[in-house]
């Protein structure tokens, strides 16, 4: 069974702070992505990474950073949180068979953070 | 971004009625994803779907994709209260990001 874990389920923090947010999956997939998620907006994404080290920008990367030091964990970090950015967060993992054409994309369980 | 067209948005049923809901695109799609989310959890993958034409069950869930690669569907037979959720559809193209549909909301009156 694949998984995807997240560190921590729900977190409050203050303005300014420094927010880490870390995700692990242990099926060695070399996608993993960053998605919010806001009533209204659906799941947007924040950054994706397809192998270590490698970043890219998704569709709403303001106000936040990740880090890919090793291939199961991919952190997203916040610099200095703002009220705005209390949301839902989502990590996903990705795998690609190119072989079979098979490619399908698993979500971790999420994080709930307020931004107070 | 790009977002698929999933209808319909909600859908107030009765247990033990059946379930359809479809997401369509003006893109082709190689892969079609289906998944479903609580209140506080985040979207489980349901079904995924490879080929065109592939009709995939997974117990009382049975997807189709369609033969024009811009087409879904889910079906949910004989509903139970444990259905209710979110449903969402999800297209992928090769290297390029999941593309999602708005969201079925499902709503069962015992």
């Known amino acids: 069974d694949v998984k995807v874990t997240q560190s921590s389920r729900y977190l409050v923090k203050r303005t300014g702070e420094k927010v880490f947010l870390e995700c692990v999956q242990d099926?060695?997939?070399?996608?993993m992505f960053w998605y919010r998620q806001d009533p209204g907006l659906g799941l947007r994404l924040i950054y994706f990474?397809?192998?270590?080290?490698?970043?890219e920008k998704g569709d709403i990367p303001e106000g936040y950073s990740v880090s890919r030091e090793k291939k199961e964990r991919f952190s997203l970090i916040l610099e200095s949180a703002s009220t705005n950015q209390t949301s839902m967060y989502l990590c996903a993992s990705r795998y690609t068979i190119y072989r079979t054409s098979t490619d399908t994309q698993y979500f971790g369980p999420g994080t709930r953070l307020t931004v107070l | 971004g790009q977002q698929l067209n999933q209808s319909p948005q909600s859908m107030f049923i009765q247990e033990g009625e059946d379930v359809s809901m479809n997401c369509t695109s003006s893109?082709?799609?190689?892969?079609w994803l289906w998944y479903k989310q609580e209140p506080g959890e985040g979207p489980v993958l349901l079904i995924a779907l490879y080929k065109a034409g592939e009709l995939t069950s997974n117990g009382r869930l049975t997807a189709q994709f369609g033969i024009t690669r811009k087409d879904s569907f889910l079906n949910i037979s004989a509903s139970i209260p444990s259905d209710v959720g979110i449903y969402f559809c999800?297209?992928?193209?090769?290297?390029?990001?999941?593309?999602f549909g708005q969201g079925t909301r499902l709503t069962i009156n015992p």
């Open positions: 893109s082709i799609f190689n892969t």
């Open positions: 099926m060695d997939h070399e996608n």
């Open positions: 999800a297209g992928l193209r090769g290297a390029q990001k999941l593309v």
């Open positions: 990474s397809y192998d270590v080290k490698m970043k």
